[in-house]
C-alpha cells in the first residue's frame, strides 16, 4: 500500500510499504477515507525528532471504513464507518475509565512508529473496541471534514478549553490562531464563554476565529499582548486561557493574561518551555492544566453539535489534496500558505 | 506595645514597638488574644528574606477582639471576637468575589512590614469590614486553638484539598508532615478522600496525622517514596496531592506520585522548585493548582465544623507559650521538636 514517511526535516515521501494488517485479535483494519496533517506533524517536520533508516509512518487523524477485524473484536464490524482518535486506548484500564485515554495503559500513539500513520491507504488499529467510533453511514460529504477534525484537532481545542475550565459567562483567551486555536474558540464559545479572546497574527485565520465567535483580537506579542489583554478586561485579565500553541512565549503570555484564581488549559506540545515556580503561577493561585486531548472521551459529546451543524470545525482545512499530495501539504503548513490540509481517498 | 521582631536569621526579639492604632477609616485594631508561629516565618527564621535595620514585625495569624474601629467601618464593632486572616482584603473586588481574597486589588499580607505582624499585643487590621470574620463569644478556650487555625494553617490545608481536587472515594497523598501537612489530612478527609497516603518522616507528627485520618504513612523519600506510593495505589498513583511543603524534591515527589489526570495542589510558598513543563506534567494531563489560601473564603464553611468538634485542627498546636516566649517558639519549630507554637496573651 501507499503511505507518508517522513525521513528527515522537510522530507516526506509517499511511498509503497507494506500492507498494514491485523496483528493482534484485538485490531481492526480500516481503510482510511480522509486523513489531515497535524500542527505536531510539524515538530518533526522542523527537525525535532529523531529519524530511522525507514522513516517515520506520518499521520495520526482519520476517518474510515472498517475492512477487518481481530478475532476477538466485539462492537466494530467489517464495513463500519469510523473515527480514530489520535491515540488508541483499551477504554477499559482505570486512566480509560477517568477519561484520560491518552494514559491508556494498553495504549499508544498512531504515527510515531510502533503501528503505523494514518496518512496512508490503510491502517492497523490496536485496542480496536476501545478506540474506534462508529460514525452513522449515508453522511453527506460535506461534514467529513468536521467529523475528521473529532479525532484530533477540535478534541484538542475542546481539552484546552475544558482543562482551562471555560464556563457560561467567563472571559477565554486563545492563544495562537493554527487549526488548534480556532478549534479552541470553537470550543469556548459553545461551553459558554461570554468574551473570546484569539491571539494571532495571521489576518485569514483571525477571520476565521471571528466567524467561529472570537469576540477580540489581539496582533501584539509578549508584553504588548499583555497590555491589550488587560486593556480588554477591566485591568483584571481572564479567567480562562486556552495555550494552543507550546512555546515558551506563548506559555509565558498565558500566565501573565490570566487573572489570579484562573486556569491555562495548555494543549500545545511543550517545546523548551519554562513554567515558573512561584510568581506568577503560585501567587496568583493559577492552575495549569492540559495535557494531549482524550480524543476518545469526547467524541461522544461533540458529535451531535458537528452532525446537526451547531458547529463547523472541518472549516479551518483550507487546503484538500490527495495522498500524493501530502509532501506539499506539509510544505504549505510549513510556511504557513495553508492552516491545515485534508487528504482525500 | 510588645511585639516579636526578626532582625535576621535566628534572631527574633520582642520589644516596644510604637502602639498598633487606626490609620485609615477602613481600619480596626485588635486586642490579639491568641497568635502563632507559621511555618512560613521559618523561611526568613533560615534566611530567606531582606532584613532591615529596624527589623520585620512578624506572626499573621490571630484571633482577637476588637479594639476600635475607623469611621467608615459598618459590620465590625468594638468588642466583637475575630478571626484574622493572613491576607486582608476588601471583600468587594473581582478576585475576592471569586473567592480569590489573597489577590485583593485593595489587600495585602501581614506580617511583612507594610502592616505590623501578629506576633503582638495589638494589630491594626486594614480593610477590616472585608477582612474580619467575625466569631460567636462565650467560647470554651478549649476550642481557641482550633479556630486560630482557620486563619492559616487549617484554610491552607483546606486550600490544599480543594485545589488537589479531592472528592469522595478519591485517593490522596499529603506530602509534608509539617502543621498544614496535618491540616491537609483532616481537610482530605473531610472532603471524602477514601484513601489518604501522608509522606513524612517524624513519628510523632505521623502518629498524628494518623488520628487526623491518615490511612497509610510513607516514610521513605525521592524515589523510593515513589515506588511506595505507587504500591499502595495498585501501581496507579493517586488521585489528588496536596503538596505541603515547596521544596523542589516535594514537588517532583508530587508530580512523580500523581496518577495520569490526577491534580497537585500545592501550598509551600515554592522554594528553588522547578515545575517540568512536558514529561511528567504535560503527558500525564497533571493539573497544577494551589498558591496561598484564601483564608477568608474558606473560614465560614470550616467554622461549624471547628464549633462542633467535627475538626480539630488545634491539635497541631504542641507548644504553648507567651508573647514572651516566641524566640523559644521559632527555636523549637526550627529544631522541628515542635510541630507549631501558640501564643497566649
Known sequence: MRAAMMHGPGDVRVEN???AK??????????????SVCGS???PYRGFAEFSETGIPMGHEAIGVVEAVGTSVQNI????FVAMPFAYSDGTCAHCQAGIHTSCIHGGFFGIGVVGGAQAEAIRIPQ??????????????????????LTDVMATGHHAAVTARVSPGKIAAVVGDGAVGLCGVIAAKRLGAEQIILLGRQP???????????????????????????QLTGGYGVHSVLECVGTDLSMQTALDIARPGGAIGRVGVPHDVTIPAASPTFFKNLTISGGPAPARAYIGELLPDVLEGRVEPGRVFDLVTN????????????????????IEF
Chains 1, 2 share one sequence.
Open 17 to 19: 510499504v507494506p500492507d
Open 128 to 149: 480496536s473496541d476501545g478506540t474506534l467510533v462508529p460514525l452513522p453511514g449515508g453522511l453527506d460529504s460535506a461534514v467529513m471534514p468536521s467529523l475528521l477534525t
Open 41 to 43: 506533524d510539524l515538530w
Open 204 to 230: 485569514d485565520r483571525l477571520e476565521l476565529g471571528k466567524s467561529f465567535g472570537a469576540t477580540d483580537i489581539v496582533t501584539e506579542r509578549g508584553e504588548e499582548a499583555v497590555e491589550r489583554v488587560r
Open 323 to 342: 495522498l500524493d499530495g501530502v509532501p506539499d501539504g506539509y510544505r504549505a503548513m510549513n510556511e504557513r500558505a495553508a492552516i491545515k490540509a485534508i
Open 22 to 35: 491485523i496483528n493482534e485479535p484485538t485490531d481492526a483494519l480500516i481503510r482510511v477515507t480522509r486523513a
Open 77 to 80: 464490524n467489517v464495513g463500519d
